[in-house]
């Protein structure tokens, strides 16, 4: 595969800190990497390359300015301070939401605002389905990075990346929220980084298939699902990618030959990952609108449809970890953004 191009950022020192571990961590990792397997063999080489954003909206956007001026990479880390953290955090998804406590370095202090009002960014990537025993340290699955610069900072990277890609998906993008030194020292925080990066570099190497699930609202806030004709079981329409079919034309293609509707993608909510007869399928569920046609089924395909309310659950027979996404839909989705 070759050499792999990394980018990990971490900050400058703000409000009341005049330390920002992320920085040393970040600065620590730059350089050429070689992961070996227990015989000795080369599995994976990637060059870091490191930078320190500042703490203020041009720190935030200078990693999506970066991509979408053309800058490309295989992974990005980002890497903040989580001053209130005892364990570090892997942070699923970036919230369209800003709400300051304190000022940034340029003196913004942001108040219950939207980022971009495209709606909450979920990572392509199922960081529930990694192994714990593989880091140095427990770490906490977070889908709450703040409101503060490193969500502003994710949330930027990921609508770049999902704008601007080759491929079904975007390169794997994380942010990791360290606890500050008293409570874990620089030097496991910078395993535990190295550990994400590989963790990210091994999931463009496994054998899986992309799988693309809508996410569609009516008016009143409910949800389309489908029955499967084959099982019975119920799920979000879609279907696979094609190989090198970006997620979104994929999504569009799948409804239209599936349900008989023209619609527009718009963002991905989130990653799940399910293993269906010794495959395993990364399921991404993309938030869409039908702007044309009305639903009619295929019935080789789908025997039903039927519109959900997430904030209502009843018993249903679910395709895969369906359910699982609907129950994540009400905890954190209540109504479309």
């Keep these: 595969m070759g050499t792999q191009r990394i980018l990990v950022t971490g900050y400058g020192p703000f409000g009341t800190h005049d330390t920002n571990p992320s920085q040393e961590v970040a600065l620590r990792l730059r ?10 063999s080369v599995t994976q080489e990637f060059e870091i390359t490191s930078r320190i954003l500042s703490v203020d909206r041009s720190g935030a956007t200078e990693t999506s300015k970066a991509v979408l001026s053309g800058e490309r990479w295989d992974a990005i880390l980002h ?3 989580c001053g209130s953290c005892e364990r570090p955090r892997l942070e699923q998804r970036a919230q369209d939401h800003l709400d300051m406590r304190i000022q940034d370095n340029s003196g913004r202090a942001v108040k219950s605002s ?17 192994t714990q025993s593989s880091f140095p340290t427990p ?14 900072t994710y949330y930027h990277t990921l609508h770049a990346l999902q704008s601007v890609h080759e491929g079904n998906l975007p ?8 606890p500050s030194e008293d409570r874990l020292d620089v030097e496991t925080s910078s395993h535990l980084a190295m550990q994400c ?6 999931l463009r190497e496994r054998s899986v298939i992309e799988v693309v699930a809508a996410l569609i609202h009516n008016e009143d806030g409910r949800v389309l699902l489908a029955q499967r004709s084959d099982d019975e079981t119920w799920e979000f329409p879609g279907g696979k990618c094609e190989p090198g079919e970006p997620w979104k034309e994929a999504v569009v293609r799948e409804l239209h030959e599936e349900l008989s509707v023209r619609i527009v993608a718009k963002r991905i909510v989130g990653t799940w990952e399910h293993r269906r007869n010794e495959v395993l399928l990364r399921i991404h569920l993309v938030e869409c609108s039908i702007i044309g046609g009305s639903v009619q089924i295929d019935t080789k395909v789908h025997g039903d449809v039927r519109w959900y309310d997430p904030s209502l659950p009843e018993p249903l027979n679910w395709t895969g970890r369906d359910g699982e996404m609907m129950e994540y839909l009400a905890l954190h989705e209540s109504m479309p953004c």
């Design 171 to 178: 390169p794997p993008c994380l942010f990791l929220h360290i």
């Design 197 to 202: 990066l590989e963790n990210m570099l091994a």
């Design 114 to 130: 939207k980022i971009g009002g495209h709606g909450h960014l979920g990572s392509w990537m199922d960081l529930g389905n990694w």
């Design 139 to 152: 770490v906490d699955i977070s889908h709450d990075a703040g409101s503060f610069v490193c969500n502003e």
């Design 31 to 40: 350089g050429m990497h070689r992961v070996s397997d227990s015989s000795g």
């Design 79 to 81: 890497i903040g301070l």
